[in-house]
């Protein structure tokens, strides 16, 4: 069995790559939604903007037995973390094919002048003690929680909306920020300095629009909801809706910024979100959303709104010095 890099990878590859993932899901379809071929073939061809991405496989020659990928942000050389995601065919695992990927995916961290890497996983699965024999560190917990919007008693998204918020004002888009609201966009998203801190990126009008082409690209749909104080937002949050969406959406960031806090503007962007999807995307059945395990009033609000708890995840995060080299 080798590892081979994959810079260019041929349909084939594709789909070998695609076979591990399907294998993978099959053996915990709990963890993820099941891969799609074309998402697939998208992540290994596409060039997402504003990041590169580095592929490895180990293979017999004729199948993969498992693959990485990593996803390197921004320029060369900046102190944006990078991120690894390594996935191991069931009969091929702890025989050190995780570990010789690590060790592949560093070097390609190396060379890209990082400093860090950040894997992000489920609790109670291999991942973390493979990750924790490998020199990562947990930093940050999350609350994977699910609104199934059936369960969502009638009235009580308009009794939210309904409720006195003088001074400010919603508003909405679809995908990229528009140009006056980008600078405070990107200021209120500085404001959930939890994430913010191990990141260690600050957030600027640049990376706002950055984030919403990589949304546009991958062909899902990102819509926005802000509340305004004096024209400039005060807090806002943000879902996508897959490509082909099947039901389910995903929360983004949602944040308010300090001085507006307090006010229930969290829950009252978050219900106005709830009523322009009712309307605009009314085949988004459930929502997702990840919370930091002691972001304690983003949980009441979300439980407020009757997200339920549903599985947990961690970050990991590793210095590039900790990491394997290959042999
Ligand atoms: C996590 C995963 C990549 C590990 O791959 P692997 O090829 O089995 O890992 P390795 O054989 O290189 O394991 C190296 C070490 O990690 C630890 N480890 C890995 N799996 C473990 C498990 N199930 N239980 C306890 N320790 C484990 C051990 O210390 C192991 O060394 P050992 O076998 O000598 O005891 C694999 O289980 C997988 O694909 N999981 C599903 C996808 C996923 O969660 N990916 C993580 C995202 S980065």
Known sequence: MDVIALDDPADVQIREWHGVLTAVHAADPAAEPAPDPERTARLLLGSEPG??????????????????????????????????????????????????????????????????????????TPAVPFLESHGFECVLTLRGMLLRLDDVPAGHVARLLAEEHAGYDLVRWQGVVPDEHATALARA???MADLAEYEGTPWDAHRVREMAEVVAKRGDDLYTVA??????IAGFTEVVVPDGCTG????????????????????????????????????????ETDNAGDNVHMLAVNEELGFRMERESMEYQAAASALPTVP
């Open 248 to 287: 389910r959406a995903a929360q983004y960031d949602t944040a308010v910024v300090p001085e507006h806090r307090g006010r229930r503007l969290g829950i009252w962007v978050k219900a106005a979100m709830l009523e322009w999807l009712a309307e605009a995307r009314p085949g988004v059945r459930e929502i």
């Open 227 to 232: 509340a305004l104080s004096g024209g400039v």
């Open 51 to 124: 990041a590169r991405r580095r592929l490895w496989a180990v293979t017999d020659g004729e199948h993969m037995a498992a693959v990485a990928a990593l996803r390197l942000p921004g320029e060369p050389g900046t102190g944006r973390p990078a991120e690894i995601d390594i996935r191991v065919r069931p009969e091929h695992r702890r025989r050190g094919l995780g570990g010789r990927l690590l060790a592949a995916a560093a070097g390609g961290l190396r060379a890209d002048g990082r400093t860090s890497v950040i894997a992000q996983v489920l609790a109670g």
């Open 189 to 191: 998203k500085h404001a």
